[in-house]
């Protein structure tokens, strides 16, 4: 027999507590061993005991989830892209602000205004044409200079820094800081920065056919 009260319970005596969740559940807080458990929670009753919510809490074993479906239906609640993870068991792109999507080995993130999201800081580029080569590309209209730590790697190797400029109107500046060539190449490869398409500024390897570039790039 299923009993309601008008209000909520409360205990006189500060000793002694109302309800344990510890020791079984609470409307919207759950206890169980596994996902297939909390996959079960309501599925045969849930119009009479109304055991599933929209915000329910479910502890599987030690790890929390919390259920963020659009509405409580079998194929909603067993869809496990609708349980998100509570505290250090989860991971940094199930946080509403954080968009993970794509993100590889040295990424980081960046604040965009509205929320976080990957910047591609890592360069792994093999060039395959002598005739002026895109490294690196980024709009202007967010960022007007950038600093690569780079090694280019081909008939010959060098390491160095690139810092490259525009004031925003028609100047671009680029300064290449490296350390002496290993090998030769009778053409040896250079870099250049352009504004491309009026939108982008564009690293480009001239005589670079068969060379890799790889950097690190800090874009300001």
């Not at 998100?84 to 991971?91: H, V």
């Not at 060039?127 to 590309?137: C, L």
């Not at 190449?185 to 570039?213: K, M, R």
């Amino acid at each position: 027999m299923a009993i309601k009260f008008p209000d909520s319970i409360t205990q006189n005596n500060a000793n002694y507590i109302t309800v344990s969740a510890t020791d079984g559940d609470v409307q919207g807080i759950y206890f169980v061993d596994t996902i297939a458990e909390r996959d079960a929670i309501g599925n045969e009753d849930t119009s009479l005991d109304n055991h599933r919510a929209l915000g329910t809490v479910v502890f599987v074993g030690t790890a929390g989830y919390v259920y963020s479906g659009l509405s409580v239906s079998d194929a909603n609640w067993i869809n496990a892209s609708n349980w998100s993870t509570l505290g250090s068991a989860g991971t940094l792109g199930q946080l509403a602000d954080v968009d993970t999507t794509g993100i590889a080995a040295g990424d980081v993130l960046v604040y965009d205004g509205t929320g976080f999201v990957t910047n591609n800081n890592s360069l792994n580029v093999s060039v395959t044409a002598d005739t002026p080569f895109n490294v690196d590309s980024f709009a202007i209209a967010d960022y007007q200079s950038a600093i690569y730590s780079y090694s280019l790697k081909g008939s010959y190797s060098r390491a160095g820094q690139i810092m490259v400029d525009y004031d925003g109107i028609t100047s671009i500046e680029l300064t290449d800081i490296s350390t002496n060539p290993i090998g030769t190449d009778s053409t040896e490869p250079e870099f250049q920065a352009v504004i491309s398409g009026g939108t982008h500024l564009a690293l480009q390897l001239v005589n670079g056919n068969g060379y890799s570039f790889k950097a690190q790039a800090t874009r300001i």
